[in-house]
């Protein structure tokens, strides 16, 4: 059931925001100053944090959870599922004298020890190795969760093992944004900059999403067990019409929203833009900018949120990227750039790109990690969902390739040829109307079909797939331009003419690199083409990208930089491997499943109908003509003949695949290659039977049910 909505004019959006989160605001009310400055020292890396402190801390936490009625905490975490984990205990603390107090501990804050050994480690433990720690992420502030039966606290935290070897994805996240801190700061230092003592790495995630009718979605097995239908012949009308995008949102949907946004704000996640997407009951909701790890925090209770709230109105959120067949899937655009402590953005071109140094270089440094390490960043967007996606009309293809706009690719092309170089201030656009204002013109265009384009003064890297946890693209998004901006930095070190050392490095990197950057459009058949001429990597599958993350340049890489060990990576190769081989089983066997107990007796019982009413028929006239009804039934028995015989095959293989042991990488390519395969030929057979029968005597939900009815 939907709670009541708030009344914003009783309770204005400014005092119901953030009345979940322990903000800076909430602690620097309730910390001794002395207490607060620590912890914000603590924060920026200058000082580490004393149980004093932490005690401090935990008290003034616990105080304002308990006020507002919270009797649990949780240490928060994101385990390598790619979902988040938690474990409960209660603040409550037994006196000798038979009562209780509620007591919440500095260590407690900072320390807690869940089961290790249920989750997945990829080898990194055995199951008997079963300790496990979380700690405290000082700069994700902790926030309280309300349900129908209670509220909780909830403390974002690290999970890492008895040994030390991070097991989640918060970890490698913060150890990158360190090394780019690191290496950002040099490049600052030799161009003279000496306030700034830290760079930030910031994120503004767009995710996209469907809602469907919950008691649909219910009545399809694939749908609750897979997040994605395994079944459904096209619907008479699609998105071909383009009449959804940015359309008028319907009643029902709008209450979904104005729930979610108000659970949201409470939680001090700055839910900003909400539209209809491009596919029928397909959204997107936005968020604003800032610190990678908190970014990527909010937008796992995003998606939670979204989960958790859409069965109050009779409806059901999916995530995943590619739920039904002929319309667009989902995605999570990443929108990725870099800022110093001082408000200062490194990827900002300003009025003058040509003329601005700090920008050239950071610009440089991001070409030259993008094609480097192309291959790497394609397998942070990697999992059996995105294979659905990328290279369909409304993604782009497993190609990297970058997206700077006509006017920094000209200035970049100048500068390389030596001539001289002019980007004046920005335009407007005059709509031709004298009562409507100029509109100023943005220094590049958008290019919706580029996996990596410019937009301004940040890079959106579109190939992210909507279900994911958005850690592992920025981790590796910061790794890759952490080392090119150490070359840079040894570079520039040593330089004794700085300008002319600047100019040198953004000439070389552009020629060396350009192969890159393409501004076209990436959906069309001739970009293929001409990406293999420039010899960019085109990583079509999955099971193809996932062994990048243990290549030997991928391992020198993260040990350089002090992100991930060797046996970190590999273990993350066969957890990812793994979990592709997991996910194609359960949605075969639930094809299997479906076809066998729905399908087939639903088609075989329709059959029976047509031929019992082609007898009636003719019992009553040998002269009326049937072949229009037999020729029905000859189709419908023909299809299902097929339907039962590659139900079978895929059933055997299934069997196979189930007993294959040995090399990881082999079984999950068996998956791909046969499994997978082998599914789209039940599906063909199916769908097609969905056009044949009646409608009623379908098994389950079709798609205009689905797509087009909230």
Known sequence: MAK????????????????????????????????????????????????????????????????????????WFQPLTGLTAEKHDSFISPTADGRAIMEFSGKELIQGEPDASSFPSGGLRATFEARGYTAWDVNSPAFLKEDSTGVTLYIPTAFISYHGEALDKKVPLLRS???????????LRALGNTGSKRVVTTLGPEQEYFLVDK???????????????????????????????????????????????????????PAKTQHNEVAPNQFELATIFTSSNVATDWNQLVMETMKRIAPRHGLTALLHEKPFAGVNGSGKHNNWSISTDDGINLLEPGSSPHDNAQFLVFL?????????????????????????????????????????????????????????????????????????????????????????????????FRMVASSESV?????????????????????????KDIPGAIKEIVIQTYKEHKRIIYNGNNYSESWVKEAEKRGLPHIRSTVEALPEFATPGTVKLFAKHGILKKEELESRKVIYLEKYIKQINIEARTMVNM????????????????????????????DID??????????????????????????????????????????????????????????????????LVDKSSWPFPAYEDLLFRL
């Open 471 to 495: 850690a592992t693209p920025n981790t590796i998004l910061n790794t890759m331009v952490s080392e090119v901006l150490s070359e840079f930095a040894d570079i520039l070190e040593k330089a």
């Open 626 to 691: 049937v072949s229009a009804e037999e020729n029905l039934l000859k189709e419908i028995m023909e299809n299902l003949k097929n339907l039962k015989e590659h139900t079978k095959a895929l059933e055997s293989l299934i069997a196979e695949g189930e007993d294959t042991e040995g090399d990881i990488y082999k079984h999950a390519l068996f998956y791909k290659d046969h499994i997978f395969a082998k599914m789209s030929g039940v599906r063909y057979y199916a769908d097609k039977l969905e056009t």
């Open 215 to 269: 008691e649909l979605a219910d009545a399809r097995l694939d749908l609750v067990l897979t997040g994605r239908t395994l079944f459904g012949a096209r619907p008479p009308k699609g998105q071909e019409m383009e009449d959804h995008y940015f359309g008028n949102i319907k009643d029902r949907v709008f209450g979904f929203m104005r729930e979610l946004n108000t659970e949201l704000w409470k939680l001090g996640i």
């Open 4 to 75: 009541s909505p708030v009344n914003f004019v009783e309770t204005p959006v400014a005092d119901l925001y953030g009345s979940n989160c322990f903000s800076d605001v909430v602690m620097r009310e309730r910390l001794p100053k002395a207490i607060y400055k620590e912890v914000k020292k603590v924060q920026t890396g200058e000082i580490e944090l004393t149980p004093t402190v932490a005690d401090v801390v935990a008290g003034a936490i616990r105080d304002w959870a308990i006020e507002r009625g919270a009797t649990h905490f949780t240490h």
């Open 177 to 187: 944004m360190e090394a780019l801190s690191i290496q950002a700061i040099r490049i």
């Open 364 to 460: 440089a440094a991001v070409i030259k990690a993008v094609d480097v390490y192309a291959p790497l960043l394609r397998a942070s967007a990697a999992n059996t969902g995105n294979d659905h996606r990328l290279g369909a009309n409304e993604a782009p293809p497993a190609i990297i390739s970058m997206f700077l706009g006509d006017v920094l690719s000209d200035m970049l092309d100048k500068l390389a040829k030596g001539q001289p170089v002019k980007t004046g201030a920005k335009t407007k656009l005059e709509i031709g109307v004298t009562s409507m204002p100029k509109l100023p013109k943005d220094l590049t265009d958008r290019n919706r079909t580029s996996p990596f384009a410019f937009t301004g003064n940040k890079f959106e």
């Open 595 to 622: 076809a066998n107990r729905e399908i087939f007796p639903a088609v075989f019982s329709y059959a029976g109908e047509v031929g019992a009413n082609i007898g009636s028929v003719k019992s009553v006239s040998a």
